[in-house]
């Protein structure tokens, strides 16, 4: 089983940045994509970013586009998410996940495993 744990996440002002951080430990899978979700409250889990295994590859919500960086560092088994410039919409509790394959995807019902989250709040 692979595990995934994040940290990272409090109470910041909007304009402020934050780094979130996801160390993946366990049984190791070939090459995951990496990704970030978040969910605020009364809403769908909602994807943020992914990141291929080589990092040649990211993706990012229109919404954290140009704010929001996807990062990871196989050496060390962590993604990690730089969250600049934060915003009070972009309260909510953020996930991390894994899935194997070679395909960037959005939908979080392909990916395979999941972090237990960290609390994000932008305060205006």
């Known amino acids: 089983q692979v595990q995934l744990v994040e940290s990272g996440g409090g109470l910041v002002q909007a304009g402020d940045s934050l780094r979130l951080s996801c160390t993946a430990s366990g049984r190791t899978f070939s090459r995951p994509i990496m990704g970030w979700f978040r969910q605020a409250p009364g809403k769908e889990r909602e994807f943020v970013a992914a990141i291929s295994w080589s990092s040649a590859t990211t993706r990012a919500a229109d919404s954290v586009k140009g704010r929001f960086t996807i990062s990871r560092d196989n050496a060390k088994n962590t993604v990690y998410l730089q969250m600049n410039s934060l915003k009070p919409e972009d309260t909510a509790v953020y996930y991390c996940?894994?899935?194997?394959?070679?395909?960037?995807?959005?939908?979080?019902?392909?990916?395979?495993?999941w972090g237990q989250g960290t609390q994000v709040t932008v305060s205006s």
């Open positions: 996940a894994a899935r194997q394959g070679a395909t960037i995807v959005v939908n979080s019902n392909l990916y395979e495993y």
